[in-house]
């Protein structure tokens, strides 16, 4: 059964979406089936993950619209285990009309359902806000992945994260758990222990990963070029950073028998 994780920032400037697509990527490089799944109407995982508009006719939208199959929307990768779904602009107002109805927020977590053999992770992208598309992502979630910066973040965010983690819970009935907190675009370790002790935040300490992924230039080329760090600069800081998360997120994972 597939590990659904949700990335989530409530602020932009987090490293939301490209925690998204590097950590997928180095999933797959490590040989992990996995699915990434772009529920953001800017579709920056699509286009980040070198995913080009003529390579697919079929994207999110039309599936939580109930307009196609989920198998229809997922597209391959030049990486052998990484799939996606791509999302684009139409999303939006896709979340619109599914938003005037209770309930809706459980569509995407019950359609996993219709793969969740096929992959050994599904990673979701979600928009930094508290709109449908949010809650829905979250909702489809048993973990979710909170990045964030020492630059972008705060006790404030974290707490109104808190708070929508356990409306969720309550309202939807579902289990989700936080997996931990990733730090991006930091310059060192003791960059992140002043973060946390000067936004007294003491508690997060055992929620925080080893790995942070490091302030590096690579990582804005990769973009630029619209395609993973992996397949930019492999050896580069931060995608070798991201390998080495990936590895720490599935021994987390097995240490807690989460299959």
Not at 38 to 65: A, E, H, M, R
Not at 101 to 106: M, V
Not at 193 to 221: A, C, G, H, W
């Amino acid at each position: 059964m597939s590990k659904v994780i949700t990335i989530a920032g409530q602020k932009g400037g987090t490293g939301k979406s490209v925690t998204a697509v590097n950590l997928a990527t180095s999933f797959a490089l490590i040989e992990k089936k996995t699915l990434l799944i772009d529920c953001d109407p800017q579709g920056c995982s699509t286009k980040w993950c070198g995913v080009k508009k003529f390579d697919y006719n079929c994207d999110i939208s039309l599936v939580l619209s109930g307009r196609a199959k989920f198998t229809d929307a997922v597209v391959k990768t030049e990486f052998q285990y990484l799939d996606i779904m791509p999302a684009e602009f139409n999303l939006f107002q896709v979340a619109l009309k599914l938003g005037k109805y209770p309930g809706n927020e459980k569509i995407l977590r019950l359609l996993l359902k219709n793969v969740e053999d096929k992959y050994e992770y599904i990673i979701i992208d979600s928009p930094s806000s508290y709109s449908f598309l949010s809650i829905t992502a979250m909702t489809a979630a048993d973990w979710l992945l909170v990045c964030m910066s020492v630059h972008h973040s705060s006790v404030e965010d974290f707490h109104c994260l808190l708070r929508l983690v356990k409306y969720i819970r309550t309202t939807h009935d579902v289990p989700l758990k936080i997996a931990g907190l990733l730090f991006n675009r930091c310059e060192t370790k003791q960059d992140i222990l002043s973060f946390i002790e000067n936004q007294s935040l003491s508690d997060i300490k055992p929620m925080v990963y080893n790995t942070f992924i490091p302030l590096d230039e690579s990582i804005n080329r990769s973009i630029d070029l619209k395609i993973p760090a992996a397949l930019h600069e492999i050896k580069s800081p931060a995608a070798t950073a991201y390998l080495e998360f990936a590895g720490e997120i599935d021994v987390f994972f097995n240490q807690r028998g989460v299959s």
